[in-house]
């Protein structure tokens, strides 16, 4: 959760950048627990309003794995996913999600939905919630501040 706090801070200190995107990181490793692949949010620097962290993470580590299917894999995000990103996060086969703050507005892991445990879904991944939440909250208030 520690690197995943600093992707989405831009980094180190030293390569922070400016930008109006919400600091969320994210960061998806393999199963022996190597970095696949990281980003931050990029919907404001690219225009795109699918350019969540998660979906830019789980893109990466599908194209670095060379498929799309990232079973064993683990997501680690420092907000709790939205449903746009539950749902890719499950489609994509994502075996355990890690995340640090709760988004009681518009989180699908356990806060508004939860998107990841429902039972109609051919495919359920485990849930770590809260890891960090503290800081990762922090994080993102000092931003909105």
Known sequence: MRHALSVAAGGSPADAFDTADVPVGAVV????????????????STGDPTAHAEILALRRAA?????????????????????MCAGALVLARISTVVFGAWEPK????????????????????????????????????????
């Open 63 to 83: 194209a670095r794995r060379g498929q799309w299917r990232l079973d064993g894999c683990t997501l680690v995000v420092t907000l709790e996913p939205c449903t």
């Open 29 to 44: 490793y393999d199963p022996a627990g190597v970095e696949l692949a990281a980003a931050r949010n990029e919907r404001e």
């Open 106 to 145: 518009t989180g699908a892991v356990g806060s508004l939905w939860d998107v990841v445990r429902d039972r109609r879904l051919n495919h359920r991944p485990a849930v770590y919630g809260g890891v960090l939440a503290d800081e990762c909250a922090a994080a993102l208030r000092a931003f909105f501040r």
